[in-house]
Each structure stands twice: as structure tokens, then as C-alpha cells.
């Protein structure tokens, strides 16, 4: 049982005077202190922050309603199918400030994409993508009208909250921040979108639960018609839709295939060996094949041992050329172990036998794309664009390594070409 200093000092911080919400939530589910505390949480968000004031209109004109309750483990919930918002009253004013717009946030997604009620309907690496963005964004947007009410009000406990509770997104923001006083700026909010992805525990935490819990669930209850996974996002559908700024733009105007970032896509070891069961035991039952390309997701944990690609090195072939395969023949930019540099080399020296191959990887050097190797399950290769790096799969042969490097080679110019010529048509 508290103690009385302890119950004192509660009713001292929700000692708020009554006061009518100026944005006109339904607060009927919440009575006492409770109720004028939350009055006081809205009116603080209208008064001193545009872009929380926005999320809560629009919150409020999707029919939800608000209430307020002691609870265990989070600081607040949203229910999008009973359209309602509980904030837990054991938690701190600046807390349940970010808290309050950070699940606003989540109704306004839902209302600008209803594709994030529709989880468990989409390919893996729109799930992937989708899933992460929703958070990320909460998050970032949130930070970003704490920013806009510690200007207005003077008050900096709900943007300090951050620190204890979220310091990858705090620090991701203020790294980008370049006046305090001038308040969110795209690049602000980027940093904090981004700073969500480097907390691995609560990336994989929501992995667990959109990913690994629910093909478990449905596993066990041999159901596999509740999550068809057969439906497509693009990150920029994702980012246009919905991680927008206190004005309406989007802050990943200049980059709004993000999501589609390897690293931030990447998946949990145990996350593929479940998907692989599952998608197997679906086509067992059902007959419906898996979309390949979930095989393809980087997986972040899967780390090869310094001699898993020893045997490929000590080949007949490999040994007949060992001193020519120390050399590059192209001078590639690469990031590779030693091994990777012997299949490296012996690829290229293999391929620039030919002169047209040997032009076309000449192209390659030039494009700067990095070459790096990473276990994939599916394809030979892949190109992240955005870091301009060429993935080659540590586990292909060496045939399927000389025709990804020319195939991909080719991609990158074409790409290229094509970058240059939108970037000049919008200067016309």
C-alpha cells in the first residue's frame, strides 16, 4: 500500500484545474483529477505545438475517443477498431505528452493508409518496410511537436523524455538539429525516424510480434487463411502517405525510397527459419506458394565464420592462378575479407578475359559502387542503390558470381542513366 507522502504527492501532480479540452475529445470514460489532467495534456498539445494540434484534430475527426487509467507496462495504447486511446495516469506529464501524439499519430496513419489495419496481408518486405515505418514515424513526429511545446511553453519535460525512454530517437534528432529555436526541420525528424532503427531490442521486439508470433499463431492453429501475404507496398506509397510534417509535407521528400534500405529492412535469423516453416506448411496445406523475395531480406544476426569459404578457394582452379588472384585486375571498390578478395579477383580475372566484359567492369569502377559479400537464400546478387554498394552471395558459385557482376553492372548503368536524366529534366 503507498504511503501517504507517496498518495500526497500523487494528487499534488494531477492537481490540474478543471478545464474543457480545446480540442473536443469525448473525455466522458475518464472522471476526477484523471479527467482534468487530460484536459490539460490536450490544451497544452493545441496551445504550444501546430503539429501535435493537427494529429489530435484529425484524430478526433476519425471518431476517436480518449481516457485515461492506471496501467502496466506502457504508457498508452491505441484500439483502432474500438477507435479509442487510454494513457496510463502513473506516468509522468512530459511522458504522457509524447505518449498522447504518439498514438494519435498511429490514428492518423490509419486514416491516411488504411493498409496499416491490414497487417499479415502483404509480402514480406512490405510488411517489413510498413510495419517499422509506423513506429519509427510515432516516434519521430512525436519528438518533433515535444520540440514545438518546449519552445511555446518553456517547458522541455516532454521532449526530455526522450532522453530516458528513447535516447536513440533523442539523439538521432538533436544530431540533426541545427537551431533550437527554430524548431522540427525535415532533417531533424529523419535523424529521429532513424534513430528507432538502431535500438535492435525493440526492432526485433515488433519483429516478434508482426513476424515470428503471428506465423507461430497461425501455425499452431493451422489457419493460413487470415494472412494471405500477397499484396505490395513501395516505400514511397508508405512515406507519401503518411510520414508527413506539421504543414503536410513529407519529411522524406528527398528520399522517399528509404524504407527500401537493406539495412533497415533487415530480418532476424530466427525470424527466416520461421517464415521458411511457415510458408512451407501454408503450400503443404493450401497450395499456394511463397513470394520468393522475403528470401532475399538481409538477415542482420547471421554472421559466417572466418573459414566458412575456405573450401571455395582451394578449388584446382584457384590454385593453378594463386598469384595472379592476389591482384585486382579492375581495382574495385570493395569491403571484403581476405577469402572474398581471392573469389573476388578470380571472378574478374576470369571475366575481363573476354574485352567486352573487361569495358563493362571498367563501367563498374566508375559507377563507385562498393562490392561487399553477404549470405543470401535466393538470388546471386543484389544492389542497394541508395548505399551504392553490389551484394554478391557468399554462398553462389563462382559461375553465378561472373554473370551477377556484369548483370548488376549493367543495372547500376541503367540506373545511373536514369538518375541523370530525371535530375536533368527537373532543371529544364
Known amino acids: 500500500m503507498p504511503s501517504l507522502e507517496t498518495a500526497l504527492e ?19 470514460k ?51 477498431e474500438e477507435k479509442h486511446i487510454i494513457l496510463n495516469s502513473c506516468c ?31 509480402d514480406i518486405p512490405s510488411e ?8 519509427a514515424d510515432a516516434n519521430a513526429i512525436s519528438l518533433a511537436a515535444c520540440h514545438e511545446i518546449a519552445i511555446g511553453s518553456g517547458d522541455r519535460s516532454a521532449m526530455a523524455s526522450f532522453v530516458e525512454n528513447d535516447p536513440e530517437i533523442y539523439y538521432g534528432y538533436t544530431r540533426k538539429m541545427k537551431d533550437f529555436k527554430a524548431g522540427p526541420t525535415p532533417e531533424a525528424i529523419q535523424g529521429a525516424f532513424l534513430g528507432w532503427y538502431t535500438n535492435g531490442g525493440m526492432v526485433d521486439l515488433y519483429e516478434d510480434s508482426y513476424l515470428r508470433s503471428r506465423m507461430r499463431n497461425s501455425m499452431r492453429d493451422d489457419d493460413y487463411e487470415q494472412f494471405p501475404y500477397n499484396k505490395h507496398l513501395t516505400s514511397e506509397q508508405i512515406v507519401t502517405a503518411f510520414c508527413t510534417d506539421g504543414k503536410g ?39 499456394i506458394p511463397a513470394d520468393p523475395d522475403y528470401k532475399d531480406l538481409k538477415v542482420a544476426d547471421k554472421i ?13 582452379d584457384y590454385l593453378k592462378n594463386f598469384i595472379r588472384d592476389f591482384k585486382d585486375p579492375v581495382g574495385l571498390k570493395r569491403e571484403t575479407t581476405p ?11 576470369e571475366l575481363c578475359a573476354d574485352k567486352d566484359n573487361e569495358k563493362t567492369l571498367q563501367a563498374l569502377k566508375k559507377s563507385d559502387y562498393t562490392i561487399c559479400f553477404e549470405p543470401m537464400n535466393n538470388h546471386a546478387s543484389a544492389v542497394d542503390h541508395r ?3 553490389l551484394v554478391l552471395n557468399s554462398n553462389a558459385d563462382d559461375q553465378a558470381l561472373k554473370t551477377s557482376l556484369i548483370k548488376e553492372t549493367k543495372n547500376i548503368q541503367a540506373f545511373q542513366a536514369q538518375t541523370m536524366l530525371k535530375a536533368s529534366s527537373r532543371s529544364l
Open 10 to 28: 500523487e494528487i499534488q501532480r494531477y492537481d490540474y484545474p478543471e478545464e474543457d479540452p480545446k480540442i473536443d475529445f469525448d473525455l466522458s
Open 30 to 80: 475518464t472522471a476526477g483529477l484523471n479527467k482534468n489532467f487530460l484536459a490539460h495534456l490536450i490544451n497544452v498539445c493545441a496551445d504550444h505545438s501546430p503539429i501535435a494540434k493537427k494529429i489530435l484534430e484529425d484524430t478526433l475527426a476519425e471518431g476517436y475517443t480518449l481516457s485515461m487509467e492506471s496501467m502496466r507496462d506502457c504508457a498508452g495504447v491505441t484500439y483502432s
Open 92 to 122: 509522468d506529464e512530459g511522458t504522457l505528452l509524447a505518449t498522447l501524439i504518439h498514438e494519435c499519430r498511429h490514428a492518423q496513419q490509419n486514416a491516411k493508409l488504411p493498409a496499416c489495419d491490414e497487417m499479415g496481408h502483404f
Open 128 to 135: 517489413v518496410m510498413v510495419e517499422r515505418a509506423i513506429e
Open 249 to 287: 509535407g513529407c519529411y522524406w521528400e528527398n528520399d522517399k525510397d528509404i524504407l527500401s534500405d537493406r539495412e533497415l529492412t533487415s530480418v532476424h535469423e530466427e525470424s527466416m527459419s520461421v517464415m521458411d516453416k511457415f510458408f512451407k506448411k501454408r503450400e503443404e496445406k493450401t497450395g
Open 304 to 316: 559466417e565464420g572466418p573459414f566458412s569459404q575456405l573450401g571455395k578457394v582451394f578449388k584446382k
Open 339 to 349: 577469402t572474398e578478395n581471392r573469389r573476388l579477383n578470380h571472378a574478374l580475372h
Open 387 to 389: 548505399r551504392k554498394k
